[in-house]
């Protein structure tokens, strides 16, 4: 899932894996005793923290910025509240009755972020 997140976030890739093609740019922890990047010597590159994550109140939010909910069928519809959710149909759920989930959100005014 996306994350909201109004601030500007670097890239973290793996240290090496610019210069070596075999290793795969996903971000793996310095470990070596004597590593500037473990160390986060200035001019080495960045390291992720805490500090890069997004203000609380925009965590876990779909970029529409509303909150995610799953919907398994049309009576959990009811307990959604249509200002600040929006629903997302699970995977499991037929075409039938993803069908009817549809039509009654579009009753109860609330935005469906998986139709097809």
Known sequence: ???VNPRKRPEFPRWPSKSIRSLKPAWRKQHGINSKIRIKRGGKQPVPSISYGAPRNLRYLHPSRMMEVRIHNVAELG???PEKEAVKIAST????????????SQALKIK???PR
Not at 93 to 104: F, L, S, T
């Open 1 to 3: 899932m996306s994350m």
């Open 79 to 81: 307990k959604v509240n």
């Open 93 to 104: 759920v037929g075409a039938k009755k993803r069908k009817e989930i549809i039509e009654k």
């Open 112 to 114: 469906v972020l998986n």
